[in-house]
Structures are given as C-alpha cells and as structure tokens.
C-alpha cells in the first residue's frame, strides 16, 4: 500500500504519527480553511489517527495517507481520499504543515495519489473542494490538471462565517501517467 516518489513515502498512519498530526493541525494557518479547529489536541490527533489506521484504500469510505519525508523520516501532512460506493469516483483534499509548503512537495504527493487512484484503481473521476479563499489549494488542483468546475457561493458556514466553495475536476481521460 505504500506509494514512494522522488522524495516522500505516502503510507499508512501510524499510532506515533499522532503527535505530528496534532501539532500541524494545530497551527492556524493550516487549519482556517479546514473543518477542525486550531488547537487541534492530541487525544483527537489519537482518536484520528486510529480511525485512519482502520480504513482501507480500497473501499469505499474516506483515507488518508500519511505524507512522509523519506531524507528525515518525518511525517510533514497528509492526503485524504473519499472513495465513492461506486469505486470510480473519489473525492481528494490535502494538508501539508507550514514549514513544508512551497517546495513541492504537495504537488508530487498529490500526483502520486492521482496516479494510484487513475491506473491502479480505475477512477473515472477525481473531484476537490476548497474554500475560495484559499489559493494555495485552488492553484495546486490546477497544476495536476484539475477543471474549475465551478463555485458554490456562500456555500459553507464554517467557523462564523459564511464561505464559497470552488469544485474541481480531473477525468480519468484527462490524466497524464506520471511513471
């Protein structure tokens, strides 16, 4: 189950990868976009962590794969995938802590995720979201080839205020193999 690019090893989480979580998650910045709250404590980081130790990639359901930096060993975010009863459609959403942003890092962990779910798994189509506001995501979704789909306005209600939503999509025609 583990996916190895040039510099990560996208793989399952493990119970100490808990605290990592919870500090990432922990930071403002990471979290104002995201459903969970900053802070983020270390018995929901546990709780977490054991719920994604027990899903599988395969089934339908949400997984997250553990981004790990293969040059320290350290856990630096992470990819969840929403895979529909279908088996062909999945949704995709990723985090990456701040000090590990803009080194692309989440670019190729995406791909290589990408890439499983088109030529091993089969997806017809991958779907993002992600609050308008939040650029980061939206160009990182159009850098792998993702279609503005469209925007949902004043879609969510998160976190006292009410926020739009672009929606993203990426055919399986439309995927490039990467390797």
Same mark, same amino acid.
């Given at each position: 189950?583990?996916? /190895?690019?040039?510099?990560? %090893?996208?793989? =399952? ?11 990432? *998650? !922990?930071? &403002?910045?990471?979290? *104002? ?7 983020? !404590? %270390? ?11 027990? #899903?599988?990639?395969? *089934? ?7 981004? /790990?930096?293969?040059?320290? $060993? /350290? ?6 995938? +929403?895979? +529909? ?5 999945? /949704? ?5 802590? $701040?000090? =590990? ?9 995406? $791909?290589?995720?990408?890439? $499983? ?19 980061? #995501?939206?160009?990182?979704?159009? =850098? ?8 949902? =306005? ?21 995927? &490039?193999?990467?390797?």
């Amino acid at each position: 189950m583990l996916i /190895e690019t040039e510099r990560l %090893l996208l793989r =399952r989480f493990r119970k100490p990868d808990a605290e990592v979580l919870a500090a990432y *998650r !922990s930071d &403002p910045d990471i979290a *104002r976009y995201q459903s969970w709250d900053a802070p983020f !404590s %270390l018995l929901r980081a546990e709780t977490a962590v054991a719920n994604f130790m027990a #899903s599988d990639p395969d *089934r339908p359901g949400w997984f997250q794969y553990a981004i /790990e930096h293969t040059a320290d $060993r /350290e856990l630096i975010g992470d990819v969840a995938v +929403h895979l +529909h009863d279908n088996l062909k459609q999945a /949704e995709i959403g990723f985090t990456l802590a $701040r000090n =590990r942003q803009g080194q692309g890092y989440a670019t190729e962990a995406v $791909r290589a995720v990408l890439d $499983r779910l088109f030529t091993l798994q089969g997806l017809h189509k991958v779907a993002g979201e992600c609050d308008a506001r939040n650029s980061g #995501s939206a160009a990182l979704m159009e =850098r792998l080839g993702f279609t503005l789909e469209g925007r949902l =306005r004043q879609q969510t209600f998160i976190k006292d205020e009410w926020t739009d939503d672009l929606i993203y999509g990426l055919l399986s025609t439309e995927w &490039p193999s990467y390797g």
